[in-house]
């Protein structure tokens, strides 16, 4: 999986990656069988902070609550949607944080398979842009 | 790329860093406590529900 690759860079450019959903806590596990994803996940069923990520606009439209309920059904049945042939991983945004509290980036996502890259995000990072940067 | 990104949108994040996320069990997680010491990279998903 690219995403495994995609942290070690995040890692290597020195900042932790942290995954924030908004299902039920007990999604979570299901979310990592699914991705075999290993590291942090959180999730914030209430969108608080959703909403003070200021990704209301990206996120507002599937987080209709009947694209909540398809959302729900299609994982439960190991059916993923999206362009991305059902990408797990679609985002509602991204932001980067420093220690000092300034938001070094920001990405709302505003339509699916509108996903930050992490060479963009590496390169926010001051980090190295791969030479072959790739799509996300 | 680019469509999405808002440089002026957003620029301290100290209104976030007093709000909780849930871990798996459900239990609250401060999340300015994701960036006290390293760099975070926050990838607010849509899936999982």
Do not use: C
Not at chain 1, 60 to 80: E, S, Y
Not at chain 2, 13 to 25: Q, W, Y
């Amino acid at each position: 999986v690219q995403l495994h690759r995609d942290i070690d860079q995040l890692t290597a450019a020195g900042a932790d990656l942290i995954l924030i959903g908004n299902g039920a806590p007990h999604f979570i596990a299901g979310f990592r069988e699914l991705t075999g994803y290993q590291g942090p996940i959180y999730t914030d069923p209430s969108l608080a902070t959703f909403r003070a990520a200021e990704l209301q606009r990206g996120v507002g439209k599937t987080l209709d609550p009947r694209g909540i309920g398809k959302g729900i059904g299609a994982f439960v049945r190991g059916h993923r949607q999206g362009r991305t042939q059902g990408d797990p991983w679609q985002q509602g945004g991204v932001l980067v944080i420093a220690p000092s509290g300034d938001v070094l980036w920001h990405h709302a996502s505003g339509r699916p398979g509108d996903n930050a890259s992490i060479p963009e995000i590496v390169t926010a990072l001051g980090g190295e842009r791969p030479a072959a940067e790739r799509h996300a | 790329m680019g469509m999405g990104y808002h440089a002026a949108m957003l620029d301290r994040a100290d209104d976030l860093a007093k709000l909780t996320v849930l871990d798996e069990s459900g239990t609250p997680v401060e999340l300015g406590t994701f960036w006290r010491e390293r760099t975070a990279v926050l990838v607010f998903i849509r899936h999982f529900g």
